[in-house]
């Protein structure tokens, strides 16, 4: 059984930092590409970041790109997401997805960024 559980998220000021992980089982972590999501409300949910096994290269969308840092250990079988130079619109449930021969979703974890 796959299971991804998220935590990290929690409320920060404005310009703060945190940093998510998403420790995953049931499936072969080391060859899977990982990716993180996010969910405003009203909103639909957006791509964040990724990070593929071998090189770790990873890919970013324009509005993480400069602040935020994705990472995987995968003996730990975790990824991270380090958010850096948090804004309120960064507020959301951010969800942790695995590919691996198909999609699956951790449950989610809220961010909340105060102005």
């Known amino acids: 059984q796959v299971t991804l559980v998220e935590s990290g998220g929690g409320l920060v000021q404005n310009g703060g930092s945190l940093r998510l992980s998403c420790v995953a089982s049931g499936f072969r972590f080391d060859r899977s590409l990982m990716s993180w999501y996010r969910q405003a409300p009203g909103k639909e949910r957006e791509f964040v970041a990724e990070?593929?096994?071998?090189?770790?290269?990873?890919r970013y969308s324009r509005s993480a790109e400069g602040r935020f840092t994705i990472s995987r250990d995968n003996g730990k079988k975790t990824v991270y997401l380090q958010m850096n130079k948090l804004a309120p619109e960064d507020s959301a449930v951010y969800y942790c997805?695995?590919?691996?021969?198909?999609?699956?979703w951790g449950q989610g974890t809220q961010v909340t960024v105060s102005s």
């Open positions: 990070i593929v096994t071998g090189f770790n290269n990873a």
């Open positions: 997805k695995a590919w691996s021969g198909g999609s699956y």
